[in-house]
């Protein structure tokens, strides 16, 4: 059998970790572009001609009153705001073909007659509908935002926004708060979150009850009556989300469907009835809008970007029968982001920043020419703004800054090329003929003619630039995808056939019993294997994806009956002091923990209403949780402290490590006993000991791992004396290399012991205390199972056991209250000991929680490569050093590399095939976010353990010829 | 030692292929008509009544497995028939006690609404696994690890004690895998689907057991000429 050296397998190694990493970040970057977004709001100079200097920030207009800085926008807009006051209505999930009717055809008879009102509005002109398509994901969150920003956020965007959900960026509303109008919401609270503070009065109700479709609606209704007699508002919300709740319940053609329209209809009607009233009353002109934010499927679900999901209506009710051109066509397609640039232009504030909207033209149809071209201009040059921050090399310098206003012919040239080429014409086509017309004010003899082509010039430059940015934010390039996934399947076959070579090898310690080797495969290998082909097959089912604690769990507690199966294999009832008693007994242990961690957490998506024993705990009251928390902590000192004296050789360095573990462990037991009831992040005291326990942990830590190997090199000639073969004059190299293994042994115990250990007393800190029971089980789990694998010889083979163990990581994550679902991060956390806002500290502190079990079991490596030391005994003794490390860490590093490529590969695969999918948003992409960060910590923890490793075994046997020389000194 | 454990090994009964079918189709032929009798007599189902059927079919299937395996005890000289079936008797509650045990390490729930479940469910996995290793094997541990530790069967008997428990345990063990999925059908519930994933394994393994007994068979022939 060829073996493979350890410098080409190292290699071999860092070249698929380094393959992998790329092709992630080329499919991460693919798959959710990060598109620059311009930050601030849109003031005053968005009513200027776009320039090629370096725009400087227009300080005026933010410490202009609101007042001022209304009648600024009026000077400079040019177009005078057509009305007063806004009304959007907010139909959660109508789709367009309820009212409008599909292609042509009316809607079907029941929902005509459904709504009376509306359709008699629609067929008299009053009103005007469009069918607007919205783009995915069709879920309410983003289609408000794109409703009043124009903009198509990316999932990234959602992602990464975990500290609020307020919505930051250029906005309608948030202009309209710049010049002071008045907003007033009813309904669904997502506004609430995206805009807090923003409005004057407001009542949310919550999306959370689906089967609820009456009490939704009228909570928003009762307050109709008294907002429309008042007149302190100019801007009034409404969102229905009875409509989408119906849907769900009963899909399209749910019999309350029709009674839902209905209801709607009657809002409308009170809302027009109003609005012809307060005309006549005090001229002040009210827009209706009803919008709604997606439609949905057959079923009633949306999210995805079907057809029936992304038909959202968008309706304009305005108090006039004249407001709009009756003879154009009633149904036009235009897209959901095009209604925020119309409102804009017709309530008189800028078009936000990231808009990629086009106005509605028919809306502003009651303004005179030179007004209708100036509202495409404006929003030509909000596009074009967006597009040069999207396209760098778009400056059109030559032109744009040295265009000046012409009395001669303007001309207007084909346009093709590249799309900075192509843009930079298409606007100043538009321009040239624009300023052109603008000069010949006087003289336009050719009227209609000269406006229709101006008006088709901006069109051609404002749909091509929409479509355009609307691409760059939803198309994925499909070469990077490939590419990443390329790379990702090479890195992954890399490793799988590092693994293969080096279980390949027969190692000698296993020549001596090749009975192992006469059965090829056994029943827990195989099962190993089966599982994880278990776990790649159910990543293609969202269901799974949602529950993928029971996975873990069922595969985990398996694996574990088949240890305990194969321990009985040997187990002689007649023998009464075997080890495979020992084993059987921590083997149960394990199994214990883990049925009670799998019940800790009613984790995943469906069944989280599920009792369990931590909203039992939590019912029960907290004084139990802190007991609880108080007893785990007590005991992890014990276990900690115990197992560290379970080590054969004794020296005086233990004693030391003890007492730091009692020491950092008192720290933390005393942070839970003194600030028992208050939340830590807000008290400076509660904050300065938590910082101490930092301090002390992390310089314990790296002195120990420092310093450690040196000591034990200098207690060596103890343990030889004990052993009685290093004062013999002529020691033998062999056996001066097995004093150094058992040196390598002792040191590597201590480091895993308090590695993990000081993990868990972390982890108890930092996680919920709730969550200290499992923490305390989780160390139970790992501790029983180096005890079991201590204890088992050559019985299992070395990838089975560090993949169980993985597994038991794996199972542990979700034990702790994780899920696939961002909403399961524990935020709060985040913040314990923190004094001042720090992004960095916070996001490593979240990354620890979250990954806290996974970490766990990479920092257990260390103690199992100790453990495991002696059987490899024969094997070190005669190797070079190569051999060495490779047997030490081939295996720990190499199989949680493989099995994290493995499932990442798959993964990556999966959410390419399901990129269409419903659930794509939803399910699918926080999973991969999930799948990223496991990935990360993957990386990590393998570094760390290398890193202890390496140095422990560089101390001890490059240090060797001065420190043998001295003992042999000694010993002459 | 070994060789005398050999020589009892060889001196515990084989059966032959005619006997084993009769006994299989017995086992096939109880559970069929339990599941017959509480649709139509007491017309109960597994998704409806998951605890009262799985404990009908237990109770159906019961004497049907005890008397046929106590036929094919080891040791006759020292064992009655009626000590075998004793013992088969004294294998139900250890059975379902393991087997519960074994539910419960796996995700079982063990809220107090489900210990009815749990338990009959555990009944019916003994009459599948223990009952009929506990009427042939007694209480000797070398060859009840020999079987479930090991699974190395030797002899006909030991097939079909081996290889139905087993088609029974891993049957159960994939009827778990749909419970998960949010199809929010009746029959996901704790133990329906497990039970399917049981009686569909223990008639799959009951039908291979007898391949093997046939095999067994040839290769002694075989030997023998």
Redesign the interface.
């Known amino acids: 059998m060829s073996s493979i050296s350890c410098t080409k397998l190292t290699l071999f190694t860092i070249a698929a970790v380094t393959v992998q990493f790329i092709g992630l970040s080329i499919f991460v970057f693919g798959f959710f572009p990060v598109k620059p977004l311009l930050t601030g709001h849109s003031g005053s100079k968005s009513f200027r001609r776009p320039t090629c200097d370096i725009e400087v920030a227009n300080q005026s207009d933010a410490s202009l009153p609101p007042d001022r800085l209304r009648f600024l926008y009026k000077e400079v807009s040019e177009v005078p705001p057509l009305y007063d006051r806004l009304v959007l209505m907010v139909i959660d999930g109508l789709p367009a073909e309820f009212v409008l009717g599909k292609k042509g055809q009316p809607p079907s008879k029941v929902f005509m007659e459904a709504m009376p009102y509306t359709q008699s509005l629609l067929a008299n002109g009053t009103a005007v509908g469009y069918h607007a398509i919205a783009a995915a994901p069709t879920v309410t969150m983003p289609r408000l935002k794109a409703m009043v920003s124009g903009a198509i956020g990316g999932f990234l965007d959602v992602a990464f926004n975990f500290n609020t959900q307020a919505y930051l960026e250029d906005n309608l509303l948030a202009q309209f708060f710049k010049i002071g109008r008045k907003m007033v919401m009813h309904g669904d609270d997502t506004w609430l979150k995206l805009f807090p503070g923003l409005f004057e009065r407001h009542d949310g109700v919550t999306s959370f009850f689906v089967k609820d479709i009456v009490q939704v609606d009228q909570n928003v209704s009762r307050h109709l009556a008294d907002e429309l007699s008042r007149d302190d508002w100019n801007f009034l919300i409404l969102h229905y989300l009875g409509l989408d709740h119906v849907g769900h319940l009963g899909g399209r053609n749910s019999a309350l469907m029709a009674s839902k329209l209905f209801e709607m209809d009657e809002v409308v009607k009170t809302i027009h009835i109003n609005t012809l009233q307060n005309l006549e009353d005090d001229q002040r002109k009210t827009l209706l809008v009803v919008v709604s934010d997606h439609g949905m499927t057959e079923n009633g679900n949306h999210g995805g970007s079907s057809y029936e999901e992304t038909d959202s209506i968008a309706l304009f009710i305005g108090p006039k029968t004249h407001a709009f051109n009756h003879s154009s066509s009633n149904h036009d397609t235009i897209f959901q982001v095009d209604i925020a640039p119309t409102l804009a232009l017709l309530f008189g504030v800028p078009i936000p920043k990231n808009n990629i909207g086009v106005l509605i033209s028919q809306m502003v149809d009651s303004l005179t020419d030179d007004q209708k071209l100036r509202a495409l201009q404006l929003n030509s040059w909000q596009l074009f703004r967006l597009l040069q921050a999207q396209l760098p090399g778009l400056s059109c310098r030559n032109f744009l800054c040295d265009t000046f206003i012409t009395n001669s012919e303007p001309t207007i040239s084909e346009c093709k090329g590249r799309e900075e080429k192509l843009f930079c014409c298409l606007y100043l086509n538009a321009a040239t003929l624009h300023d052109a017309w603008k000069a010949n004010v006087f003289s336009r003899s050719n009227g209609t003619e000269g406006y229709n082509s101006i008006v088709t010039a901006y069109h051609e430059f404002l749909s091509s630039a929409s479509e355009w940015l609307s691409h760059k934010a939803i198309d994925k390039p499909v070469n990077l995808l490939v590419l990443g996934v390329a790379a990702l399947i090479i890195s992954c076959l890399t490793l799988l056939g590092l693994v293969f070579v080096i279980h390949k090898e027969i190692p000698s310690w296993e020549t001596q019993d090749h009975e192992n080797y006469v059965k090829p495969w056994k029943?827990d290998e195989v099962f190993i294997l089966f599982g994880i082909l278990?776990l790649v097959i159910s990543m293609g089912?969202s269901?799974?994806i949602?529950?993928e604690h029971?996975?873990w769990?069922?595969l985990t507690?398996?694996i574990n009956?088949l240890f305990f199966?194969?321990a009985?294999?040997s187990?002689d009832?007649n023998k009464v002091h075997d080890i495979s008693g020992c084993q059987i007994s921590s083997l149960f242990l394990i199994?214990?923990s883990?049925?009670i961690l799998?019940?800790w957490h009613q984790g995943?998506v469906?069944w989280t209403n599920l009792?369990d024993i931590a909203k039992w705990l939590e019912q029960a009251g907290n004084q139990y949780i802190n007991w609880i928390q108080i007893a785990s902590c007590a005991m992890v000192i014990i276990l900690g402290i115990s197992i560290l004296f379970l080590m054969k050789s004794k020296t005086k360095v233990l004693t030391v490590i003890g007492f730091s573990f009692l020491m950092s462990g008192l720290l933390v037991l005393h942070h839970f006993v003194k600030h028992q009831d208050i939340s830590a992040s807000y008290n400076k005291d509660a904050n300065l000991s938590i910082q101490i326990f930092y301090a002390v942990l992390g310089i314990t830590t790296i002195a120990v791992v420092v310093i450690l190997p040196w000591i034990m090199t200098m207690q060596t000639p103890e343990i030889c004396s004990r052993k009685n073969i290093c004062m013999s004059a002529s020691v033998p190299v062999e056996i001066q290399n097995m004093t150094r293994i058992l040196v390598l042994k002792d040191s590597l115990y201590i480091v895993g012991c308090l590695y993990i250990t000081f993990w868990c007393l972390l982890q108890l800190l930092l996680q919920q205390s709730i969550n200290a029971m499992p923490v305390l089980l989780l160390f139970i789990q790992f501790l029983a199972s180096m005890l079991t694998f201590s204890s088992s010889g050559s019985c299992h083979k070395q990838w089975v056991e560090v993949t169980a163990l993985y597994n038991l990581g794996m199972a542990g994550h979700f034990a702790l209250g994780n899920s696939n679902t961002l909403a399961t991060i524990d935020v709060a956390g985040a913040f314990i000991g923190i004094s001042s806002h720090s992004t960095f500290l916070s996001g490593l502190l979240m990354f620890i929680i979250t990954y806290a079990s996974p970490m766990l079991f990479f920092l257990s490596m260390v103690l199992y490569i100790s453990v495991k030391t002696t059987i490899y005994a024969p094997v070190i003794r005669n190797g070079n050093s190569g051999q060495i490390l490779k047997t030490l860490l081939g295996f720990p590093c190499l199989v949680p590399l493989t099995i994290n490529s493995v499932l990442l590969t798959v993964y990556t695969i999966v959410l390419l095939l399901m990129r269409n999918h419903l659930f794509i948003w939803s399910v699918f992409s926080p999973k991969y976010l999930y799948v990223c960060a496991a990935t990360a910590c993957v990386y990590i923890g393998v570094i760390i353990v290398v890193a202890t490793v390496l140095h422990t075994y560089i101390v001890l046997f490059w240090l060797r010829k001065s420190f043998s020389l001295s003992s042999k000194d000694k010993g002459t | 030692m070994d060789s005398r454990k050999a020589a009892m090994v060889e001196t515990s009964p084989s059966i032959s292929v005619s006997e084993a079918f009769i006994v299989n189709a017995l086992c096939v032929l109880a559970l069929a008509f339990a599941v017959w009798a509480s649709n139509t007599v007491f017309s109960i189902d597994l998704v409806s009544h998951p605890s009262l059927t799985l404990f009908f079919i237990s109770i159906a299937e019961l004497p049907i497995v005890i008397l046929l395996y106590s036929r094919y005890r080891q040791n006759r000289q020292q064992c009655t028939y009626l000590r075998a079936v004793a013992r088969g008797v004294l294998g139900i509650p250890v059975g379902t006690l393991l087997n519960f045990l074994?539910a419960?390490?796996?995700?079982a729930p063990?809220?107090f609404q489900y210990l009815p479940k749990t338990i009959n469910w555990a009944l019916m996995m003994s009459v599948f696994t223990t009952v009929p290793a506990s009427c042939v094997l007694g209480s000797s541990?070398a060859d009840w690890?020999r079987i479930?530790?090991?699974?190395k069967p030797k002899g006909s008997i030991e097939y079909l004690i081996c290889l139905p428990a087993h088609g029974a345990l891993i049957g159960a063990?994939f009827g778990?895998?749909p419970?998960?999925?949010?199809?929010e059908r009746p029959w996901q519930e704790w133990p329906i689907s497990v039970s399917y994933g049981t009686i569909v394994g223990y008639l799959v393994a009951l039908v291979a057991s007898l391949g093997f007994i046939l095999a067994c068979f040839r290769s002694q022939h075989i030997k023998s000429e």
């Open positions: 029943f278990i089912s269901s799974m949602e529950e029971y996975i769990n069922f507690s398996t009956m199966r194969k009985m294999q187990l009832l199994l214990f883990g049925r799998g019940g995943g469906n009792p | 074994g419960v390490a796996l995700g063990v809220k541990w690890r479930f530790a090991q699974t063990w778990a895998w419970m998960p999925l949010d199809w």
